[in-house]
């Protein structure tokens, strides 16, 4: 399987002059939840804390009630009461071909009808290995694992044990998943509810993570140089997607590059996000700098757990039950899973895929970007290859102290503005959207016409 032609491109325009930037603090729209949804979460919050099973589900943020979706199709989900919305979640990213394509579910059940999982080794994970160390070039081996968590958990466990050293260098805004060591400024839902910094993680491990400003390559070498010969790893989102979508600076990862090889410390991208959705391979393959590890996880999978760590077979070497490094799962390389994840690598690897859901995806970009323009609200919009992102905000969005500063309250009137209008985008500032090649030109034309609506009660 090989996709020749992934020209990703990043683009974030410079923000529109605004004709007034009045900032107004609009009152509380009412929860778009309908009354199914309603109860649905009633009874949830009996049983589950919160009512969800990952944070960021629950809204939170919007002081609303989330929905309770019922099936998706395509571009759309459909919630409990019957309405529909244009999906820009996408599952949080995996979904880069849609919901419930064919070709997947097809698979997925000739595969369940010869069992759903053996703990024991199967063709299919070998082939998928293949197909991530042909588009990765870096992975040299590949070990499969069940969610991004997990692959982060991993590679940092292996990088320590290949070093011999204890540190971690993180940035601030970036989230790795939720193992101890990486729940220290962190992003994604750690941002949203505003706890960076998760209790019940022990002040002695901790202590190990240092985290610096996004896009700030002198911070990381202060922080190597005051660390000197301490620190294991570096581990970055190439392009930031639990802050939003933040774009790295020219340089930034090719600064990384050269003070990990000169400090001995490990580069660790993680691509959980990026991996197969902003190229085929991942940020890496766009940007042109190797890492010594990556992290996979998201689109491997097409909807299904698969997470995957891997990179020079030095390291991988150090894993069990070659070398002491443990790691293990019973769930790793599930078959039913990994049928999932091969059939939606061959529908992305088809010719001219990225190319052409990044031109579409840049066409929704440019239309939002000239209407915000138009009524004079400030937006920052972020495209890399099919994720995207924009800011309320004047000035250009570089870290977390940028994103952060944004204007929340407008972006809450925009985001229930949308899903007032059958737009469903993530229920947070801090997170990236996503597009699918499932999306179609009316889906683009729908969410700009929810957007002018949106953006009008925005500016008023
Ligand atoms: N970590 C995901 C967002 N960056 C959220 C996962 C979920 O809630 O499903």
Redesign the pocket.
């Known amino acids: 399987m090989s996709q020749p032609d992934s020209p990703a491109a990043a683009t974030q325009a410079p923000a529109p002059t605004p004709a007034a930037a009045t900032i107004s603090t609009p009152a509380p729209a009412p929860t778009p939840a309908g009354p199914l949804s309603r109860a649905a979460h009633a009874a949830a919050s009996a049983v589950i804390p919160g009512g969800v099973n990952?944070p960021?589900?629950a809204w939170k943020r919007l002081g609303g009630n989330p929905l309770t979706i019922a099936r998706g199709k395509g571009s759309r989900i459909w919630d409990l009461d019957g309405k529909s919305y244009i999906d820009y979640v996408l599952s949080?990213g995996p979904l880069i071909v849609g919901h419930a394509h064919p070709a997947v579910v097809g698979a997925v059940r000739r595969t369940a009808r010869d069992g759903l999982g053996f703990g024991a080794p199967t063709l299919a994970e070998t082939e998928i290995c293949e197909v991530i160390r042909s588009a990765l070039p870096a992975m040299e081996q590949v070990r499969l694992v069940s969610s991004g968590t997990e692959a982060v958990m991993s590679a940092l466990r292996l990088a320590r044990a290949a070093t011999g050293r204890d540190l971690v260098i993180k940035c601030d805004g970036c989230?790795h998943g939720h193992s101890d060591p990486l729940l220290v400024a962190a992003g994604?839902?750690c941002a949203t509810l505003n706890t960076p910094d998760s209790s019940g993680v022990p002040a002695a491990i901790a202590a190990h993570t240092l985290s610096v400003p996004y896009n700030d390559a002198a911070a990381v070498e202060r922080a190597l140089t005051a660390h000197r010969g301490r620190v294991a790893a570096v581990i970055v989102e190439p392009v930031a997607g639990?802050m939003g979508l933040v774009l790295p600076k020219p340089g930034w990862l090719d600064a990384l590059r050269r003070l990990c090889t000169e400090h001995g410390t490990l580069l660790i991208f993680d691509e959980v996000m990026t991996g197969f959705r902003v190229a085929w391979g991942g940020w890496q393959t766009v940007c042109g700098v190797t890492p010594d590890l990556t992290c996979l996880g998201k689109v491997i999978g097409g909807g299904l757990p698969v997470a995957a760590y891997g990179g020079r077979r030095d390291l991988m070497s150090h894993l069990a039950p070659i070398g002491a490094c443990y790691q293990a799962g019973t769930l790793s390389g599930n078959p039913v899973a990994v049928a999932a994840g091969l059939a939606t690598l061959k529908l992305c690897a088809s010719k001219g895929f990225y190319a052409k859901q990044q031109a579409a995806l840049a066409k929704l970009a440019a239309g939002l970007r000239q209407l915000a323009a138009r009524r004079g609200v400030p937006i920052q919009i972020s495209q890399a290859g099919t994720m995207w992102g924009f800011y309320f905000s004047e000035r250009p969005v570089v870290d977390w102290t940028t994103a952060a500063a944004s204007n929340q309250e407008r972006w809450r009137t925009f985001f229930l503005g949308m899903i007032n209008r059958g737009v469903y985008l993530a229920p947070s500032p801090f997170?990236a959207a996503f597009w699918s090649s499932a999306h179609r030109r009316g889906d683009v034309s729908a969410t700009l016409a929810a957007a002018a609506e949106a953006l009008e009660e925005c500016s008023s």
Do not use: H, L, T
């Open positions: 990952s960021v589900r949080w989230y994604s839902g639990n997170e």
